[in-house]
């Protein structure tokens, strides 16, 4: 890995790390989002995850018992290191992914959609995906929608990252109060 890719790694990471998002409890607001994501895509599975060094850890699923699996494996690496939308209709005739464990075994993913979670910051911390075990597409309109819902996702890490925020500086308020008195 060079440099300019480590150092960018690790200002990823770091960015994900400040979500403290990884291994946490099932939440209705992501598992909402993966219901929309699967019915705008109109595929069996769809998930939130992110992406960490070693693992790609599963947010919120629907459609898939899994709650992880090694990064190398998974197709959302390489939407994560793109910085992009992956969109791969067939696995089986690309030849990224046609020998990736979970294309000739279980589940047999035969679909794959990736839409990049991006930070405010610019920093890509795992995906929205789509999947399914056949072969497919999608068109634009579903891909903007994608998108969107993508944006949705960051948006909630937003919004819970500054509830903590307070929730903390409220605790240290009130310690800082009782040691007046």
């Given amino acids: 890995m060079d440099k300019k ?5 690790a200002l990823r990471l770091k960015a994900l790390y400040e979500y403290k998002v990884l291994d946490t409890s099932p939440e209705q607001a992501f598992d909402d989002l993966v219901l929309l994501t699967k019915q ?4 069996p599975i769809a998930l939130i995850n992110f992406v960490d060094a070693n693992r790609q850890w599963f947010k919120a699923t629907v459609g898939l018992s899994a ?35 979970v294309v000739i075994s279980e589940p047999y993913v035969r679909f794959y959609a990736g839409i990049p979670l991006v930070t405010p910051q610019g920093q890509v911390v795992g995906t929205l995906c789509a ?8 068109n634009c309109e579903q891909i903007k929608s994608l998108e969107a819902i993508s944006r949705l996702v960051i948006k909630q890490l937003e919004i819970q990252t500054t509830l903590n925020k307070l929730i903390d500086i409220k605790q240290e308020y009130e310690q800082a109060k009782n040691s007046i008195r």
């Fill in 40 to 43: 705008v895509a109109g595929t």
């Fill in 67 to 101: 709650s992880e699996m090694p990064r190398n494996i998974g197709f959302c690496s390489l939407c994560v290191t793109l910085g992009e939308s992956l969109i791969i209709p067939d696995t089986l005739a690309d030849e990224r992914f046609a020998t990736n464990p």
């Fill in 5 to 9: 890719v480590f150092q960018n790694e």
């Fill in 131 to 138: 999947i399914d075990m056949v072969s497919r597409s999608i």
